[in-house]
């Protein structure tokens, strides 16, 4: 049997524009975990969707994208609305892991989920300098420190993180074939 993959695609419509770039890379990846054999499934964060049957979507993951734009040093609020009622359905979390012997030891290792693993891909308007040198706005913390917070989110569900990837300038300065094929490997590196 095959392993399956949910994408969650967080492209988000803002003031009439926006999403694209990441419906293209969330395509992407889907056409590439087919060709390597994956099963695979894309949810739209910015349509209408069942939060039970979303959940259902998780359990029978064994891995999951989250495709999203940095939109103010995080994702879109749909994706965080998305979380919010998702992982409140039965079968994502199961306490926070402490019990009431040792109640200020051990928070956050309750998760469940723990044979899944996730990949975060994000699309930025910022160059890779801002996240990689200490003397630019994200102060040499990189992709993975900006989105700290959404690390420890799914580690509390017990998944289990792959390496993220990230596309830089896609605005001011876009490169986006580059990207693609960027994309494309790391796909083929963490999948193949």
Request: hydrophobic share 35%.
């Amino acid at each position: 049997m095959s392993k399956h993959v949910l994408i969650i695609d967080c492209g988000c419509e803002n003031y009439g524009r926006g999403g694209c770039l990441n419906h293209y890379l969330s395509n992407i990846a889907d056409e590439e975990l087919q060709k390597l054999g994956y099963s695979t499934e894309i949810t739209l964060v910015d349509s209408e969707w069942e939060p039970a049957a979303e959940a259902e979507k998780f359990k029978r993951a064994d891995f999951v994208i989250v495709q999203t734009p940095g939109w103010w040093m995080s994702t879109p609020w749909q994706f965080k609305r998305y979380l919010d009622l998702v992982w409140m359905q039965p079968g994502i979390a199961h306490g926070d892991g402490r019990h009431h012997e040792t109640p200020t030891k051990g928070y956050g290792t309750g998760g469940i989920l723990n044979d899944k693993k996730y990949m975060l891909s994000s699309t930025w308007n910022a160059p890779i300098q801002a996240f990689t040198e200490k003397d630019q706005f994200f102060e040499g913390k990189g992709i993975d420190g900006v989105f700290f917070w959404l690390h420890k989110a799914f580690a509390f569900i017990g998944m289990k993180p792959m390496e993220s990837f990230i596309c830089n300038d896609v605005l001011k300065n876009p490169k986006i074939d580059e990207d693609v094929k960027r994309w494309k490997d790391h796909i083929k590196k963490n999948f193949g």
